[in-house]
């Protein structure tokens, strides 16, 4: 029998993905509001959340947001 898994490596999953300042990779992070610009601009509920909508990358903890200088800190 052949074993179809020899070989294949899921792209989508990074094996060690690089994030600065505290952040934490996510396969599945919020596509807006991360930052604190965000925050200034227009409220922390100023991200459109679309059912089921989300975005593979670094994002800050819950609880925290993204600073000017890729820190992530309390809003």
């Known amino acids: 029998g052949r074993d179809a898994t020899v070989g294949a490596i899921p792209l989508s999953v990074p094996a060690e993905v690089p994030c ?3 952040q934490l990779y996510q ?5 807006c509001g991360q930052t604190c610009a965000d925050l ?3 409220g922390a509920g100023s991200c459109p959340e679309l059912a089921g909508l989300c ?8 609880g ?3 600073e000017e200088g890729g820190q992530c ?3």
């Open 27 to 31: 396969e599945c992070g919020r596509p």
């Open 73 to 75: 800190v309390p809003p």
């Open 20 to 22: 600065g300042g505290g």
């Open 40 to 42: 200034r601009l227009a």
């Open 64 to 66: 925290l947001v993204l």
């Open 55 to 62: 975005v593979p990358g670094c994002n800050c903890p819950p």
